[in-house]
């Protein structure tokens, strides 16, 4: 018996539910997992589980290093793959973590180039909720600043800057008079981000604030994208989200003098006692892609 190994054990244990389902994971037996969380429980000299025919219950003790080994292990997992990265081919997980504005259209294309060039990496990327702090179990987190934030635990970084304006297909352009005015402007169906459905008020560059109406209320950016691509009205993004289109014909600029203020993308991840080898690799990839196109 171990600590690793019987700690592994407890957790594969909480995370299935039951014995027989962990001893499964683990291509052992149940009898065999039951000793080592007896040998865990009698090292601790407490009661992780409570154990019945039909179900297992962590105690308080249990739900407390349950959710400290958990972090633990992955730490040990992660230092194992950090020691091994930084004299040989970089591999393991990476996590990341982005809201969808960002994850789903823009950073999923650097990511496929990333591991073309370290294809023994395993990413995970993490969809967060928009305005959500950072996460520990997170390599990295991608996501506009955040105000305010000041946590010794994290390591903040600018990746590159962004301003939201507005884009329309050549086929509802083609359908309208031209849109050369604000007034103009507001008139038109405006396919709109969040849930606020019907109407949203945005500021934008030397101090105005317009309100903007329309039919179709989305929080997914791909829906708002295939939207203006089919002609439902005009979007405002920033290009990097919609920069295929762009290149493809399919959704063109207008009144592009027209922007919201510029914005400001971060980088969050946690200050270690050592230098995470991946992240490391993964800003200067990001900083040196989104510099080449601002």
């Not at 958990?70 to 950090?82: C, F, M, V, Y």
């Not at 967060?128 to 702090?133: D, N, P, Q, V, Y």
Request: charged letters at 20%; one cysteine or more.
């Amino acid at each position: 018996m171990d600590w690793i190994t019987c700690t592994k054990t407890y957790i594969t244990v909480v995370e299935q539910g039951t014995l027989a389902k962990a001893a499964s994971v683990l291509n052992t037996t149940s009898s065999a997992l039951s000793k080592r969380l007896a040998w865990l429980e009698q090292q601790l000299n407490v009661q992780l589980l409570k154990r019945t025919t039909r179900s297992l219950t962590m105690t308080d003790a249990g739900q407390l290093f349950y959710a400290r080994s958990r972090h633990l292990l992955q730490g040990w997992q992660d230092l194992i793959s950090e020691t091994h990265s930084a004299y040989s081919e970089v591999s393991g997980i990476f996590r990341i973590g982005a809201p969808l504005s960002i994850g789903n259209r823009f950073l999923v294309a650097y990511i496929a180039e990333f591991m073309q060039r370290y294809p023994k990496l395993r990413v995970e990327l993490h969809t967060i909720t928009s305005g959500a702090l950072p996460d520990l179990n997170l390599d990295i987190f991608i996501c506009r600043e955040i105000n305010d934030f000041n946590s010794s635990s994290y390591i903040a970084k600018k990746l590159y800057y962004f301003q939201p304006s507005f884009y329309a297909s050549p086929s509802y352009l083609e359908q309208h008079d031209p849109i050369e005015t604000i007034e103009q402007l507001i008139t038109h169906n405006i396919l709109l981000f969040g849930n606020q459905s019907g109407e949203q008020i945005h500021d934008f560059e030397n101090g105005q604030r317009l309100k903007l109406r329309g039919n179709f209320t989305s929080s997914n950016p791909e829906a708002l994208v295939g939207a203006a691509v089919a002609g439902m009205g005009i979007i405002l993004v920033g290009q990097n989200n919609v920069r295929r289109e762009l290149d493809k014909g399919l959704l063109v600029p207008v009144m592009p003098t027209l922007k919201k203020p510029r914005q400001t993308a971060y980088a969050y991840y946690p200050k270690l006692d050592f230098n995470h080898t991946t992240t490391q690799l993964f800003l200067a990839f990001m900083q040196e892609k989104t510099a080449a196109e601002q």
